[in-house]
């Protein structure tokens, strides 16, 4: 299994953010994972990549256990957090470098992602002139830069256009063809069309797990079903 979650749960004072969760995520999946605004999503995905500590339970990516070996599991994972953190200040070939020299990556891939995501005519920019659809591609190509096996994105598509929705849509979904994908959205159509299955979060506890097959084999409408679920 690419991710193993076994009864994780954190507190946050006497307020429980995540309640016995356990899940499991094998190579190759792309997961839409989803849950009403403090379901837990994002908590979990901070867990899951060394950035927030748990309470109890038991986290392994890649069968490294996140306690025990923390820097090994963030090599194996890619994360671009809901709100995307980048140095605006500084031009996309020099952030992107910034971050392949953090990784230990040959420059040689700075120019490869920047052709992957679509960058090229704005290349040359500083981050603070792009507009925030350009800005999730860095943000992507950060992600990327050192070939992980696992990525995580929590909602990667908040406040794009249309247009922009799609190519980052896009750029997810061939991202997803050699690697592990945990994806967070509030938009149904996103993991319809992106994930090969859904995991529901409602008030830190897991409601649902089914694949998209499952799904349509059920003839199960993705938003109704999410809806009584998390009323």
Do not use: W
């Not at 120019?111 to 500083?126: A, D, N, P, V, Y």
């Not at 799609?166 to 069309?193: A, F, P, W, Y």
């Amino acid at each position: 299994m690419s991710i193993e979650v076994n009864k994780v749960s954190k507190y946050y004072g006497q307020q429980a953010a995540l309640k016995e969760v356990s899940l499991s995520i094998k190579e190759g999946d792309v997961v839409g994972f989803l849950g009403p605004n403090g379901a837990g999503k994002s908590t979990l995905m901070k867990i899951i990549c060394c950035y927030l500590s748990k309470d109890e339970g038991e986290v392994n990516v890649c069968g490294q256990n996140i306690k025990d070996n923390p820097i090994e599991t963030k090599s194996k994972i890619g994360y671009l957090p809901e709100h995307n953190p980048l140095y605006t200040d500084m031009y996309i070939k020099e952030y992107l470098a910034f971050v392949a020299g953090i990784y230990g990556v040959s420059k040689n891939r700075i120019e490869e992602m920047i052709s992957i995501t679509g960058l090229e005519k704005e290349q040359h920019k500083k981050i603070s002139q792009l507009s925030k659809g350009y800005r999730q591609r860095v943000g992507l190509a950060a992600a990327l830069i050192h070939d992980p096996e696992v990525l995580i994105l929590d909602e990667p598509t908040t406040g794009l256009d249309p247009n922009q929705l799609v190519e980052i849509r896009n750029l997810i979904k061939d991202s997803g063809k050699n690697k592990t994908v945990l994806l967070s959205t509030h938009i149904m159509q996103e993991v319809d069309r992106i994930c090969n299955r859904v995991i529901i979060i409602n008030k830190g506890q897991i409601v649902a797990d089914k694949t998209m097959v499952q799904l349509r084999a059920d003839n199960i409408d993705l938003e109704s079903y999410f809806q009584d679920l998390t009323k």
